[in-house]
C-alpha cells in the first residue's frame, strides 16, 4: 500500500467536514474519494442514468461544500449526512424530470443504462474494497427481512415516499406500512451495526 | 404527552431517518427530537444504516472525470453561502421571494438615503450618481410593477440543481411579465437563455437572456402570449439570436397554472 493510502485512515471524516468549513477544498477532495462512489451509487439507483447520476453528485458535493459549517456530529455521521444529501438531489432531479414530462406531455425517453462496473472507480482503492465488502453485507442484511419489509423501506429510500404514500400506493392500512418500516429498519440494524461507514467518529 | 404517544413518536425515528416521514411529521418529530438526547442517537445510529441502503443499488462506478467536476463545482461556489431552500418548496419559496422583493425595497430605501448624503458633499461624483438614480428609478418602477394587483409570482427551478432560480411576475391584465433570475449559471459564447411559454403543449418563443457575471438577471418587459392555454413556462440555451423551436433540453420549468 503507499503511503498516500495509509495517511488516509489519519485523518477522520469529523476532521475533513471542519476543514471543509473552513474552507479547504482538499478536505472536499478527501470526502470525494471516501464516499463519492457511494453517493454515485445511490443517485444512480435513484435516477437510473449515468449523465443524471453525475449531475447529482456534483450538486450533493456543491451543497455539502456550503452546509458543511452547520454539520452537527450529534445529529448523525458524516457519511449519513452526506448520502442523505445524494439522496434528496437525486430525487428532486426525478420529481423535476417527472413535472417536466408532465408539463411538456413528452414521454419519458429516458431508459436506464447499463452502470460502469465498480472496477472503474479510481478514487480511494481501500476504499472500494471497504465498499465492495458492505455491499455484499447490506444485500445479506436485506435479504434477511420479509419481502414486504423491504419493499417499504424501498420505497421509502429510493422513491422518496412517505409512509402514507406508500400505505396509498400498495393499498394497505397506514400502521401496517408503519410497522413493516419500523420492524425493518431495527433487523437491518441489529445485522449492519459492525459495517457502518467509519463509526463512531 | 401520554406513555403511548410517546412511544408512538419514538417509533418514528428509524422512519425519520430513512426519509419515510411527510414533511409535517418531520417537522413534529423534530420538535420532539430537540427535547430527547435519546432519540437524538437513535436517529444518528439509523442515519448510519440509512446511508448503508445507498449501496443497495446495481453494483456501479462513476466516471473518472467526476473528481474534478466535483471539485471545479465546489471551487465555483467559493465566495457565496447560500442558505437552503426548504424541500416542501411552494410556501417557503413564496415566503422567500417575497422577502426578497421586501428587501430590495428596504435596501432601496437605505441606498436613497446613503445617495442624499453624498450629493450633498461631493459634486465631482455627480455624473456617477446621476447613473446611480437612474438605476434606482427603473428598479423602483420594476418594484411598483411586481406589486400591482393582479401579478401572479411563478417559481421557474432547474431539474437536480438548487441554485438557479427564476421568479416570474405575470400581470395577466397587460399580458406582461418580469423575469428576474439568480444564480444563473455563465453560459458560452454564442449561446444565450431562451424563454418559452407552453401553450396547449406547444412552446412557443419568448426572450432570450444572459446572466450578470454575478448570476443575476431580470428582463422586462416581456410579452406574455394572450388568451387561455397558457400551462408552464420553461428555459433552454439556444444560439445567441434565439431559436423558433426548442433545439436544446429544458433546463428550468415552471408551472403557471394558477394554485
Given amino acids: ?201 | 404527552m401520554s406513555a403511548a404517544e410517546h412511544d408512538s413518536v419514538r417509533d418514528l425515528a428509524a422512519a425519520y431517518a430513512l426519509g419515510a416521514l411527510s414533511p409535517e411529521e418531520s417537522r413534529e418529530f423534530e420538535a420532539y427530537l430537540a427535547s430527547s438526547p435519546e432519540a437524538q442517537r437513535e436517529v444518528a445510529e439509523y442515519r448510519d444504516v440509512a446511508a448503508l441502503l445507498a449501496l443497495a443499488g446495481p453494483e456501479a462506478a462513476p466516471s473518472e472525470g467526476l473528481r474534478d467536476r466535483v471539485l471545479g463545482g465546489v471551487s465555483r461556489q467559493k465566495t457565496v453561502s447560500i442558505p437552503r431552500r426548504n424541500n416542501p418548496m411552494a410556501w417557503g419559496a413564496l415566503a422567500a421571494s417575497l422577502l426578497a422583493v421586501v428587501g430590495l425595497g428596504l435596501t432601496l430605501m437605505s441606498t436613497r438615503r446613503q445617495l442624499a448624503d453624498v450629493r450633498g458633499r461631493l459634486d465631482s461624483t455627480a455624473q456617477q450618481l446621476v447613473l446611480t438614480d437612474s438605476m434606482l428609478v427603473a428598479r423602483d418602477s420594476t418594484l411598483f410593477r411586481i406589486f400591482e394587483p393582479g401579478v401572479e409570482l411563478f417559481q421557474l427551478t432547474a431539474s437536480g440543481d438548487p441554485d438557479p432560480n427564476i421568479q416570474l411576475f405575470w400581470d395577466r391584465n397587460l399580458n406582461r411579465a418580469i423575469l428576474h433570475g439568480s444564480r444563473i449559471r455563465q453560459l458560452d459564447p454564442g449561446k444565450a437563455y431562451q424563454l418559452w411559454f407552453i401553450k396547449d403543449g406547444t412552446p412557443l418563443p419568448s426572450v432570450t437572456f444572459k446572466p450578470e457575471p454575478t448570476g443575476h438577471v431580470k428582463v422586462e418587459p416581456i410579452e406574455v402570449p394572450s388568451g387561455t392555454g397558457i400551462s408552464a413556462a420553461a428555459v433552454t440555451i439556444e444560439p445567441e439570436a434565439g431559436s423558433k423551436q426548442p433545439t436544446m433540453p429544458i433546463v428550468m420549468v415552471g408551472s403557471l397554472k394558477k394554485s
Fill in chain 1, 1 to 201: 500500500m503507499s503511503s498516500q493510502g495509509s495517511t488516509r485512515t489519519a485523518t477522520s471524516d469529523g476532521e475533513l467536514i471542519a476543514g471543509a468549513a473552513a474552507g479547504d477544498e482538499r478536505a472536499m477532495a478527501a470526502l470525494y474519494d471516501r464516499y463519492g462512489a457511494v453517493l454515485y451509487a445511490v443517485a444512480y439507483r435513484i435516477v437510473g442514468q449515468r449523465a443524471d447520476a453525475e449531475e447529482v453528485v456534483v450538486d450533493a458535493f456543491a451543497q455539502a461544500w456550503r452546509d458543511a459549517p452547520r454539520f452537527e456530529a450529534a445529529r448523525g455521521s458524516v457519511a449519513g449526512w452526506l448520502t442523505m444529501i445524494g439522496r434528496s438531489r437525486a430525487l428532486d432531479l426525478v420529481r423535476a424530470r417527472a413535472r417536466r414530462d408532465r408539463i411538456t406531455a413528452t414521454a419519458a425517453a429516458d431508459r436506464p443504462e447499463a452502470p460502469l462496473a465498480m472496477g472503474a472507480w479510481r478514487g480511494d482503492p481501500a476504499g472500494a474494497v471497504d465498499h465492495a465488502e458492505r455491499r455484499v453485507r447490506v444485500r445479506e442484511a436485506l435479504d434477511t427481512l420479509s419481502p414486504p419489509q423491504r419493499q417499504a423501506i424501498e420505497l421509502a429510500y429510493f422513491e422518496g415516499l412517505s409512509q402514507s404514500e406508500i400505505a396509498e400506493r400498495l393499498q394497505e392500512p397506514l400502521g401496517t406500512i408503519k410497522t413493516r418500516v419500523r420492524l425493518g429498519m431495527q433487523k437491518l440494524r441489529e445485522c449492519l451495526r459492525p459495517f457502518y461507514f467509519e463509526p463512531g467518529s
